[in-house]
T-cell receptor, first 115, second 117 residues
Framework: GDSVTQMEGPVTLSEEAFLTINCTYT??????LFWYVQYPGEGLQLLLK?????DKGSNKGFEATYRKETTSFHLEKGSVQVSDSAVYFC??????????????FGRGTQLTVWP | GAGVSQSPRYKVAKRGQDVALRCDPI?????LFWYQQALGQGPEFLTY????????KSGLPSDRFFAERPEGSVSTLKIQRTQQEDSAVYLC???????????????FGPGTRLTVL
């Protein structure tokens, strides 16, 4: 079945450091891919998405490119800030079939950024 | 409304008790989803409604779990005879209609943290 494998954390960085969080997926067809973020005390929020191969999703300085050949959707940011400290989840959804609509999540990566 | 709301935010139950968790979706959102998030894990799908119809309940872990959305708006997730392994955060999300080939963003509520003693 469909699944997401996400880099284990926690990840601790200094402010302005470069961030990569790895995510790979298993799915049939052409899923849509997402990164969700959960800030302390808040609900899950969509950070960025990509709906087809080679699409690049971007938001708030974060980027991820849908790579079908490597079944990957790695999250990157060139210069992290203390306010980026949160838990990041990679997720996918099928584009058709009996599981249409449901999101499959990775286990999450805790990011802590120190000043 | 401003967003998806859930109540209660926290619930402590003794093992064997029944609990009911409520979700108020964003007005106009026909699709509603329930997810279970165990500590240190990502959310896992439980069930999905389109209006009042429960189209997928394959993620419900046992027949002690039951969800309803009788008027196509508010939804209730009920857990009967709670067990310690039911302790988790229960998330509700809503979206515009689920459509093949197009993704409508799911908006999540803050969750209900259930602790079973």
């Amino acid at each position: 079945g469909d699944s997401v494998t996400q880099m284990e954390g926690p990840v601790t960085l200094s402010e302005e450091a470069f961030l990569t969080i790895n995510c790979t997926y298993t799915a049939t067809g052409y899923p849509s891919l997402f990164w969700y973020v959960q800030y302390p005390g808040e609900g899950l929020q969509l950070l960025l998405k990509a709906t087809k191969a080679d699409d690049k999703g971007s938001n708030k300085g974060f980027e991820a490119t849908y790579r079908k050949e490597t079944t990957s959707f790695h999250l990157e940011k060139g210069s992290v800030q203390v306010s980026d400290s949160a838990v990041y989840f990679c997720a996918l959804t099928a584009d058709r079939g009996s599981t249409l609509g449901r999101l499959y999540f990775g286990r999450g990566t805790q990011l802590t950024v120190w000043p | 409304g401003a967003g998806v709301s859930q109540s209660p935010r926290y619930k402590v139950a003794k093992r064997g008790q029944d609990v009911a968790l409520r979700c108020d979706p964003i007005s106009g959102h026909v699709s509603l989803f329930w997810y279970q998030q165990a500590l240190g894990q990502g959310p896992e799908f439980l069930t999905y409604f389109q209006n009042e119809a429960q189209l997928d309940k394959s993620g419900l872990p046992s027949d002690r779990f039951f969800a309803e959305r009788p008027e196509g708006s508010v939804s209730t997730l009920k857990i009967q005879r709670t067990q310690q392994e039911d302790s988790a955060v229960y998330l509700c999300a809503s979206s515009l209609a689920v459509t093949s080939g197009y993704y409508n963003e799911q908006f999540f509520g803050p969750g209900t943290r259930l602790t079973v003693l």
